[in-house]
């Protein structure tokens, strides 16, 4: 106050010296109610400051208890945690005294029976009989003996029979492939014996086919030989090969026929051959006219030019008697 007192003389000023000073009276008036306020707050936390120190004074030497409550706990550690260590024991002791009661028991029993044991032991030693055990003990020992040889031999024959066996199956695929073979061998003999079945029947209707074939190739050979020579005669290529005419009642062989008839026979039956036993469609006569006299020649023309076998007949003739007859003709000169 005093510093703002000098600031205000040297001011000069006394209104404005006047405020100032209003300004710090009220200040200070607000400061003490301030100081009261706060005095009073003293007061209070005093007096809770001595309540509380009423309520402390239970506690008073807590530190130093605390302090020997730590070192009793750090000198009682080890049993605590070994106690901490036996307490899955303890929840199992209601078990374990039961299992202990079981094993007296079973304690008991065994001594009994070891009781029981002992006397039969003490018995059999009374009634031991050292030679019989010997001659028994003896008796085992060559069995043993004879056990360990048949082992022997039966690890001997069962190699014997793993040997055997792969051989069995060796001689099983040998038969399998015989067993092919064999099949193989039975439609071979199969095919032959079909095979000659049906060479005896061609053989056998060989015979019988040739003769259906002479009989096709004369009955066609008669009737060319007919319309060649307007005859009525029976032309017949015979089972010989051998060709005769028949003539009302006469069989006139074919040396016996004039060289027309001998021309005519062998024409009709060269052109029967042709039709029967091939597909040929194309005949050529070469002088077919030889030893003909004229009225056959021209009958023999008029009959190749009916024939209707045949889609294409080629004569080659010195005779003109075909040109009446033919569609086409080619003369050749010197």
Known sequence: MAKKIEDLAQLHDPAGETKVLNKEIEKEGLILAEKEKNQGALLEALILLSAASEKLKPFEGLDERLGELGLLRERHKGAFLKQLGLLPLAANLVERSEEKARSERDFIEASEQLALAQNHLLECRRNYQRDPHLAAQRIFDDLKARQIKLDLQVK???????EKEESIAVLEKIRASLKEVWEEKARWEDTLAFLEFARQSLKEAGPRITETYLMNVSHRANQLFRAILESEGDL???RDYEITLSENGT???FNNLSGGEQMAAALAVRLALIKEI??????FFDEPTTNLDGERRKN?????GQIRDFSQLFVISHDDTFE??????VRLTN
């Open 278 to 283: 091939s597909n040929l469609d194309v005949a």
């Open 251 to 253: 069989i006139r062989p």
């Open 300 to 304: 023999l023309a008029r009959q190749i």
């Open 324 to 329: 009446e007859s033919t569609d086409h003709v």
């Open 236 to 238: 017949v290529w015979g």
């Open 156 to 162: 001997y024959f069962q190699g014997q029979v793993e």
